[in-house]
């Protein structure tokens, strides 16, 4: 980035500071590709010359080096370090207590480890009584000093207070009164951007599977395995899949405000209200991340260094609504709102996040209490994203939602097929439908109706067989069982399967009622998805499932991470309390809610 150091008005002496340093420098400018030739160029001599020892070495002050010269001395004497360890680099981090290098000096040096120990023991003792500091400030402190020194004589500001291009933006978009609406404003833009753009190749999209199942269907006996690839695999999948420009545009909005250098003033911007609601300023990248992917979210969060900031960011992830919800969202809010779906969608994400933050508040005040650390954090210069760049940060993270399709999904997705289809319910119907069929047509052949009321009628009929076949399949009876829980949240057995189905995933919810709804349609004319759902229920449902398929943990693979970050009890704890805050959240909505509506 030499061009924005130049630009700013910084002025860097680069044969000065390599020979200070003694290592070749070579100035970049990386998304131009400027100076790659001569970086390579450089690393080919490197790589040529004999291997030597540095010149440069920084002091630590005499206390420190007699300390440091004692610990060498041990270290050879016992064999302590391999052949390519620097005994020097050793002793000065034994003496910071880094722990990855006292656990590897263990290992190597065996038995003889107590006799280093103490000795490095006796070092750091020392230095704190002499310096009145531990070892690893009084190093840091010098290495500064050395920093220092080898800027006084290599650089420059060539105009000191100069107002970059940088600085202008932000006085706007990190204003204090301004900062959060321009924010919020953006976050709008996105979600209207992503949902309106995003329609026109969902649509495409559904029109080929669809005529790809026809086709199957046309070309295949009907009976199981045709149910199985049209019903099964094509209707699971292809369910998914429908999501994918939703995906990539939302991908690319997240892409642009990284790189643009926005992300990081945003995390800057929330950090009065973080620490507000008991989260530190940190809190918000892993929380932002959590929009595209809870589980690098939860990994992301090992930036927090206080234990409690990490736990509570971590257990409040879970309300960032990821990608594999957005499916979800899409189909409902187009099923129940389809003239402002945008505007729904953007709610949810909205409600979510307040949720975080009273969640956030209460875990606080309760399980975790305590200050949270103080906020520090660079701003980079603002930028304009290269074509390059942004392309491979959406592919990087769409490919992990089609590798999941694939993969996972599709494994779920045979997995609920065989859950809807078997038992079979053979002769065990309630009534004898074939005979009520018998009868229209009869009825028709006779005069007594018409060719349009005998196709209603074989299809009501069909549509009562089709659903005592769900209610008799392993699905069905799952479903059934479990209905007394969810019943209060105003939805039937189909949707309480499709919930447990979403602990799998939640991509899963869309795939297990494309499954679930393409099996009980009566014949190829029969309504979309989206317009069975929309007849099935009511929008304050529709909206309900939204909520909860919101609040409850993402995943079994973000749950399996979870675990691996935070240990098993914080793991329970998350599942535990998530799925009951789901539970009453939604009670609470539909019990209010069907007062007005």
Same mark, same amino acid.
């Given at each position: ?436 069929? =018998?009868?229209? +047509?009869?009825?028709? %052949? !006779?005069?007594?109706?018409? /060719?349009?009321?005998?196709? #209603?009628?074989?299809?009501? $009929? ?55 709804? =393409?099996?009980? +349609?009566?014949?190829? %004319? !029969?309504?979309?998805?989206? /317009?069975?759902?929309?007849? #099935?229920?009511?929008?304050? $449902? ?56």
């Amino acid at each position: 980035m030499t061009d924005i150091a130049k630009g700013s008005g910084k002025k860097i002496d680069i044969k000065r500071l390599s020979e200070l340093l003694d290592v070749p420098i070579i100035e970049t400018v990386g998304h131009q590709k400027k100076g790659m030739g001569n970086l390579l160029d450089a690393v080919i001599d490197v790589a040529e010359k004999s291997v030597k020892d540095k010149k440069v070495v920084v002091r630590y002050g005499e206390e420190i080096e007699n300390e440091i010269r004692k610990i060498i001395s041990v270290l050879k004497e016992e064999k302590a370090l391999g052949k390519r360890v620097d005994p020097r680099w050793a002793t000065v981090k034994l003496l910071e207590q880094d722990k990855e290098v006292i656990k590897a000096t263990e290992s190597s040096a065996g038995t003889s480890y107590g006799k280093i120990e103490k000795a490095v023991d006796n070092s750091i003792d020392h230095i704190k009584n002499i310096l009145r500091d531990s070892p690893e400030t009084a190093i840091a402190d010098a290495r500064y000093g050395f920093i220092s020194g080898a800027l006084a004589e290599s650089y420059e500001e060539v105009e000191p207070g100069k107002i970059t291009v940088s600085d202008r933006i932000d006085k706007v978009l990190i204003n204090r009164i301004l900062g959060l609406p321009i924010f919020f404003g953006l976050m709008w833009l996105m979600f209207q951007f992503v949902f309106k753009v995003g329609a026109y190749p969902m649509d495409w999209i559904d029109m080929g599977f669809g005529k790809l199942g026809d086709i199957i269907s046309n070309a295949m006996p009907e009976g199981l395995l045709q149910s199985f690839i049209v019903d099964g695999l094509i209707g699971g999948v292809g369910g998914v899949l429908i999501f994918t420009p939703n995906i990539i545009l939302l991908f690319i909005c997240i892409a642009l405000l990284e790189d643009s250098g926005y992300m990081a003033r945003a995390a800057f911007v929330m950090d009065r209200i973080m620490h507000k609601i008991g989260l530190h300023g940190k809190s918000f990248i892993p929380m932002l991340i959590g929009f595209g992917c809870t589980i690098p979210a939860y990994m992301g969060a090992r930036t927090l260094e206080n234990k409690k900031d990490r736990l509570i960011t971590m257990h409040v992830n879970t309300f960032m609504s990821c990608g594999a919800r957005l499916p979800i969202y899409i189909l409902l809010a187009g099923a129940f709102f389809p003239a402002h779906a945008g505007n729904v969608i953007f709610s949810i994400y909205l409600i979510g996040i307040v949720m975080a933050i009273l969640m956030a508040k209460l875990l606080r005040a309760t399980r975790f209490k305590g200050e949270s650390a103080p906020f520090v954090m660079e701003l980079p210069p603002y930028r304009v994203p290269t074509f390059k760049g942004v392309m491979i940060h959406m592919w990087e993270r769409t490919w992990l939602y089609i590798k999941k399709a694939g993969t996972i999904i599709l494994a779920i997705a045979i997995i609920m097929w065989i859950l809807f289809i078997f038992p079979k319910i053979g002769d065990n119907y309630s009534q004898d439908y074939n005979a009520e069929i =018998s009868g229209f +047509e009869e009825s028709f %052949e !006779s005069g007594k109706i018409t /060719e349009e009321e005998l196709e #209603e009628n074989i299809a009501a $009929v069909e549509g009562k067989m089709a659903d005592e076949e769900l209610a008799y399949s392993a699905a069905g009876r799952i479903g059934h069982f479990i209905e007394p829980i969810f019943k209060p949240l105003g939805f039937d057995w189909r949707m309480a399967v499709a919930t447990i189905s979403g602990i799998a995933a939640k991509e899963v919810v869309v795939a297990t009622m494309g499954t679930l709804y =393409s099996i009980t +349609e009566a014949d190829e %004319e !029969s309504e979309s998805l989206r /317009e069975t759902l929309a007849n #099935e229920y009511s929008p304050l $449902v529709g909206y309900n499932f939204m909520l909860f398929s919101l609040l409850y943990f993402p995943c079994m693979a973000g749950i399996a991470v979870f675990r691996r970050e935070a240990g098993r009890k914080e793991m329970w704890f998350q599942v535990g309390y998530t799925l009951l805050l789901a539970w009453v959240v939604s009670f609470v909505v539909f019990q209010i809610g069907r007062l007005f509506i």
